[in-house]
């Protein structure tokens, strides 16, 4: 799987858009951006995925560049319950033994109020 | 989306001493997996929980220390074996299917080794 990198921490006004960047320079054609979070004491929680075309669902939107390197993950209006560490992973789809989510260290988000 | 619960949520622990964690998923998933998350650190794969035949572990995690068996699609166990303070972490559950076959992940089970 491709090695993603992130910011290690970034700071949102509540009420503002928070825009989550991840490069993904050695991605694969076959491979899709997955993001996910955890907020503190839970496990991980899906967000949103996507291969090549821009994808919003009620969580955010996934900004994928043209050349698929790089990413950004938007959450519209950011509340104080969007305080998480948010994973940006990509993988390809389906597959058997191995094809489990590599997690790096993500980016802690925190929402200021 | 599958629902995944684990038992227990938390426990404390004696040196020496093993702990059995449960992983229950609501409906059918593919794969299971577990994972550790030590204090303050992102999540490493222990191993891949296979149907009815020996887990699949990963470098550095060994079947004698963490045993973990799957005896149908949506049930999964991983012990802790003579349990050292290092062990003390975040154990979760994951298994993967749903629409978009993403991977769900259980609450984890908190574990203090004392």
């Known amino acids: 799987d491709a090695k993603t990198t992130q910011p290690t921490s970034m700071d949102c006004a509540e009420g503002r858009a928070a825009n989550l960047p991840c490069n993904h320079s050695t991605i694969s054609g076959n491979e899709y951006v997955y993001w996910y979070r955890q907020i503190h004491s839970q496990g991980p929680q899906y967000i949103i995925h996507?291969?090549?075309n821009n994808e919003t669902n009620e969580m955010a939107s996934l900004i994928i560049t043209e050349d698929r390197k790089s990413s950004t993950l938007i959450l519209p209006h950011a509340t104080l319950r969007d305080t998480a560490v948010y994973y940006c992973?990509?993988?390809?789809?389906?597959?058997?033994?191995?094809?489990?989510?590599?997690f790096g260290p993500g980016t802690r988000l925190s929402v200021l109020p | 989306s599958a629902v995944i619960s684990q038992k227990p949520s938390r426990d404390i622990c004696q040196r020496g001493t093993s702990l059995t964690i449960q992983c229950q998923v609501d409906s059918q998933v593919t794969m299971m997996f577990w994972y550790r998350q030590q204090p303050g650190q992102s999540l490493t794969l222990i191993a891949t929980?296979?149907?009815?035949?020996?887990?699949?572990?990963e470098s550095g995690f060994v079947i004698d220390k963490f045993p973990i068996s799957r005896p149908n699609l949506t049930f999964s166990t991983l012990t802790v074996s003579n349990m050292s303070p290092e062990d003390s972490s975040i154990y979760l559950c994951s298994g993967k299917g749903g629409s978009y076959n993403e991977q769900f992940f259980g609450p984890g089970t908190r574990l203090t080794v004392l």
């Open positions: 992973i990509v993988r390809v789809w389906g597959g058997d033994y191995g094809q489990n989510f590599v």
């Open positions: 929980a296979n149907q009815g035949s020996e887990a699949t572990y």
């Open positions: 996507g291969l090549k």
